[in-house]
């Protein structure tokens, strides 16, 4: 199917708006998991859609529904001879879900949850209120015959849009 007559489901747009948020911050974006996560792509941003529901709507649409997770992954590498005065892989991802200034305590620019609060309608698609995080560390292939540990924040959301159903027969 080509990319131009494919309406953006929630998967694309968050994945957007994570481009629009952090630039050039990750390595690589991924709209899905890789197969194998080579150590030269981290940090790295994934966004993937786990549940979904599509149902009956008023006449002639569907309601759908996506849970929509977003994937943060950096190399627990660098923690490798961290002293005590450094920022390591757990801290800097918490930062990057939901770092806050410490004097307005407004969310950072570069962090998932300023894009996900100021950004909330996301072309007109309702955002739930309530989201997720959960941290902790994962093992990858990373295609080298080797393992790769990543230290990972999960961001869940669900979204909403509506499908027009064609004429039925």
């Known amino acids: 199917m080509e990319n131009t007559q494919y309406y953006k489901d929630g998967v694309a747009k968050v994945l957007d708006l994570m481009k629009d948020t952090f630039g050039d911050y990750f390595k690589a974006y991924f709209n899905g998991q890789p197969p194998n ?29 996506e849970t929509v997770t977003i994937i943060i992954a950096l190399n627990k590498k660098d923690d ?5 005065d450094t920022d390591l ?30 950004y909330i309608t996301m072309d007109n698609t309702v955002l739930e209120n309530r989201v997720e995080t959960e941290f ?11 393992d790769l540990a ?14 027009i159903v064609p004429s039925r027969t």
């Not at 490798?80 to 005590?84: D, E, F, L, M, P």
């Not at 892989?89 to 996900?116: C, N, W």
């Not at 902790?136 to 080797?146: A, D, P, S």
């Open 136 to 146: 902790g560390e994962n093992v990858r292939v990373n295609g080298e015959g080797n």
């Open 89 to 118: 892989t757990d801290f800097k991802i918490r930062k990057l879900v939901k770092g806050q200034d410490p004097t307005t305590q407004e969310y950072h620019r570069r962090s998932v949850m300023y894009a996900l609060r100021t």
């Open 37 to 65: 996560l080579p150590e030269f792509l981290l940090p790295c941003l994934m966004v993937v859609e786990g549940a979904g529901e599509i149902t009956s709507g008023a006449t002639g649409t569907d309601r759908i529904v």
């Open 150 to 163: 990543t230290m990972e924040g999960f961001v869940q959301l669900q979204l909403r849009r509506q499908a």
């Open 80 to 84: 490798i001879g961290a002293t005590q």
